[in-house]
């Protein structure tokens, strides 16, 4: 998956070019969380929408560049968008909300089967549905194990993340979700000096997965 066809001038126009859609998109699903989900808190205050926007932006234009102008392309915009609100939500409210974490999960799905249809990636496509289902078991087993450790929204967001990192590779399903526990391990450590009598089990989960993957799937050829 290799940026081809385009000049090596076009290749910064193009990555902002989507870095600004992810500008735009930004607002618009906080608009429509806002409106559907308003048991989740409605519109956040200016700051952290700006906040949010800008870190769209930037992972759109990182996918840009890592996908150009390919057909999954459009399957990493949606994780950026839905993801980055996900990350939000987890931290302010430490939930990360079941009608979103499916909308990833299904949108992710449709927009990786669109962009394979009359292709010969299908195995990929396969790979990344078994990667949902590994990653989401492993989670679960945490959880079971250790259910002050691990909360059931961390377990439903592994499924989305897993189908991403399913399908760029077994390689990256596997750095990625160890990624995300030592990113963690950090915020905690992190959390803790800030605030001592906070648990750990406090600290959101989510937002860690989500770098992870980010970063598993923009660095990882």
Same mark, same amino acid.
């Given at each position: 998956?290799?940026?081809?066809?385009? /000049?090596? @001038?076009? $290749?910064?126009?193009?990555?902002?070019?989507?870095?600004?859609?992810?500008?735009?998109?930004?607002?618009?699903? &906080?608009?429509?969380?806002?409106?559907?989900?308003?048991? +989740?808190?409605?519109?956040? #205050?200016?700051r952290v929408r700006i906040t949010t926007a800008a870190i769209t932006g930037v992972l759109c234009?990182?996918?840009? =560049?890592?996908?150009?102008?390919?057909?999954?392309?459009?399957?990493?915009?949606?994780?950026?968008? $839905?993801?980055?609100?996900?990350? *939000?939500?987890?931290? %302010?409210?430490?939930?990360?909300?079941?009608?979103? #974490?499916?909308?990833?999960?299904?949108?992710?799905? /449709?927009?990786?089967?669109?962009?394979?249809?009359?292709?010969?990636?299908?195995? &990929?496509?396969?790979?990344?549905?078994?990667?949902?289902?590994?990653?989401?078991? +492993?989670?679960?087993?945490?959880?079971?194990?250790?259910?002050?450790?691990?909360?059931?929204?961390? $377990?439903?967001?592994?499924?989305?993340?897993?189908?991403?990192?399913? =399908?760029?590779?077994? @390689?990256?399903?596997? =750095?990625?979700?160890?990624?995300?526990?030592?990113?963690?391990?950090?915020? !905690?450590?992190?959390?803790?000096? *800030?605030?001592? @009598?906070?648990?750990?089990? &406090?600290?959101?989960?989510?937002? %860690?997965?989500?770098?992870?993957?980010?970063?598993?799937?923009?660095? !990882?050829?």
């Open positions: 998956m290799t940026f081809t066809g385009y /000049a090596g @001038s076009t $290749v910064p126009l193009f990555a902002a070019g989507i870095g600004l859609l992810g500008l735009i998109l930004s607002p618009v699903v &906080e608009l429509l969380i806002a409106r559907l989900l308003p048991r +989740f808190g409605g519109l956040p #205050v200016t234009s990182a996918f840009a =560049y890592r996908f150009g102008a390919e057909p999954t392309l459009a399957a990493f915009v949606l994780l950026a968008v $839905v993801g980055v609100q996900l990350a *939000r939500i987890d931290i %302010s409210l430490h939930l990360l909300p079941n009608p979103l #974490v499916m909308s990833l999960l299904v949108g992710g799905f /449709a927009c990786l089967l669109l962009a394979n249809i009359g292709g010969s990636q299908w195995t &990929e496509l396969l790979r990344g549905v078994a990667g949902a289902g590994i990653l989401f078991f +492993f989670y679960l087993i945490l959880a079971l194990i250790s259910p002050s450790g691990m909360g059931m929204g961390d $377990v439903k967001f592994a499924a989305p993340i897993g189908l991403y990192l399913g =399908y760029l590779g077994w @390689s990256h399903l596997l =750095y990625g979700g160890l990624l995300g526990f030592v990113l963690n391990g950090f915020v !905690t450590i992190l959390a803790l000096r *800030r605030n001592r @009598s906070e648990p750990a089990s &406090e600290v959101p989960h989510g937002p %860690s997965m989500l770098l992870a993957a980010a970063g598993i799937a923009v660095f !990882t050829p």
